[in-house]
């Protein structure tokens, strides 16, 4: 299950970094989104967030093969009635919203450039998990059945508000969650890793980006031998947890967090403690530099997990959410064809685990080309950057009066069209509403900074003029 997945009904996911210096915390505000209902269409949403252009020149990444073999590194377009991406061409219709920016981010591929940060968090997990069948290459673009109704997502889940998801058209979408390929890799092995970029429309600030990368894992059991079989494989792996972990566990099995009917009582638990055992291991193995590390379990609710739980670990003296996890709900097992199996899954955000182990300060330098920041990592190894500059920004101010069909992330998509990652920060500074009118004003403030270059005032005005034409045109709202 994909940390995405791993949120409670009410929450807007954020498989979000944590903004440095900052208290971890999941963000539950949920803006007005629109909804789009149909048996089709499933939804999405977005955490830690964490939802991927040219290649590295002489970098020392390494890029996957750029070859017909590799149709994720063909070139994507937009027309006026189709979409091209991954070596195929979709027709659009009006629920058409990806955007040129985002459909080039499908070609980077940076989980699998072994000295990239989301490369090198990825495999010191699947590391591991040594005998784990690991899928990497799947292609973002999946059907709403996969990402959303195959997983039991509700009609009026929040993920499915065209104002967080981004559609190619009404059936074919970028994925939200790595858990879209679930069912197909649950038919293929009881043992499985899945890591992928994932896509999420968002607010735009140091810690939150529309593309960022997630790791799900799940281990399924005979039904009929899990106490068994689980009894034997803790105790086999026991003696490899030399160093200490002190873990806090206070959950307990409620109505609210309930076992599921269908499940023998014995092998719920069991499973249970072979998940936690396995999260503790591979904690251990991230934080080998805490001498001892706390982790403490808290009670969850996850649409596809029951029972469902989140580890928190005490990192640098605050409590760091890693990821979500539970016992896998039979109907997803059945769908897959496994009715005689119990199983678990966890997911979490990779993006938010290097922002803190690599002490990275701003989720944007993961797409950096920049050499200062390539030339910084090396496979398998954790090394803190190294800040290589800090240019100073240029603030714009951009005031309207909006609509009934208005919405945040609407309006950030529009700015990463028009500035692209020179954007580092919007935010609402002041609204209104007219006291006989009742129109609503609202007025942003744009924080414009290069990460490797100065921007000038000329340039950022053209930007900003460009801006101030693509939101009167785009969102029908008018300026002040």
């Known amino acids: 299950m994909a940390m995405g997945m791993f949120r409670a009904v009410s929450q807007q996911w954020t498989s979000r970094a944590l903004r440095p210096g900052s208290a971890p915390k999941i963000r539950t505000t949920l803006s007005s989104p629109v909804f789009i209902r149909g048996a089709t269409l499933a939804s999405s949403q977005r955490v830690l967030r964490p939802a991927l252009c040219a290649s590295f020149h002489s970098s020392p990444f390494r890029l996957a093969p750029e070859t017909a073999s590799n149709p994720l590194k063909e070139p994507t377009k937009i027309t006026e009635d189709s979409v091209s991406v991954g070596g195929k061409t979709y027709k659009s219709d009006r629920f058409t919203n990806v955007t040129p920016t985002i459909l080039e981010k499908t070609t980077r591929q940076l989980h699998l450039i072994p000295t990239h940060p989301i490369a090198i968090i990825k495999n010191l997990i699947a590391s591991t998990f040594p005998d784990f069948k690991h899928y990497e290459t799947f292609s973002p673009v999946v059907t709403t059945k996969e990402n959303f109704d195959d997983l039991c997502f509700s009609d009026d889940h929040p993920g499915r ?17 790595t858990s879209a390929h679930q069912l197909k890799v649950m038919t293929e092995a009881d043992k499985v890793l899945v890591t992928a970029d994932v896509y999420r429309r968002d607010e735009i600030d140091a810690s939150h980006y529309p593309v960022f990368h997630q790791m799900e894992g799940a281990q399924l059991f005979d039904a009929k031998t899990a106490v068994e079989d689980i009894r034997k494989a803790i105790a086999a792996d026991s003696s490899t947890v030399s160093r200490s972990i002190h873990t806090t566990d206070t959950t307990v099995i409620t109505p609210e967090n309930p076992k599921q009917g269908c499940h023998d009582e014995a092998a719920m638990l069991a499973t249970a403690d072979h998940l936690k055992h396995s999260l503790n291991m591979m904690v251990r193995k991230l934080f080998s530099h805490e001498k001892d590390l706390q982790v403490r ?20 003296g605050k409590w760091l959410e890693v990821l979500g996890c539970g016992v896998i709900k039979q109907d997803i097992l059945n769908n897959a064809e496994k009715p005689d199996k119990i199983g678990w899954a966890f997911g979490l955000g990779l993006e938010r685990l290097a922002l803190v182990l690599f002490g990275i300060p701003d989720i944007r330098l993961f797409w950096s080309q920049d050499e200062r920041f390539l030339r910084q990592f090396e496979p398998s190894k954790i090394q803190k950057f190294k800040t290589f500059s800090k240019f100073p920004p240029c603030i714009k101010d951009i005031s309207f009066w909006s609509n009934e069909d208005f919405h945040e992330n609407n309006f950030c998509e529009i700015v990463r069209d028009v500035a692209g990652d020179i954007a580092e920060d919007v935010q609402l500074i002041d609204e209104f509403t007219h006291p006989k009118t009742k129109r609503r ?18 340039e950022i005005n053209e930007l900003q003029e460009k801006l101030r034409e693509e939101v009167v045109n785009r969102m029908k709202v008018e300026l002040r």
Do not use: G
């Open 161 to 177: 508000a065209v104002t967080d998801t981004y559609y190619i058209n009404e059936k074919i979408m970028l994925r939200t969650h």
């Open 297 to 316: 379990w808290i009670d969850a609710q996850f649409p596809f997990t029951s029972p469902s739980w989140e580890m928190e670990i005490l990192y640098q």
């Open 441 to 458: 004003s609202v007025c942003y403030r744009i924080n414009y900074r290069s990460m490797d270059r100065n921007v000038t005032n000329v």
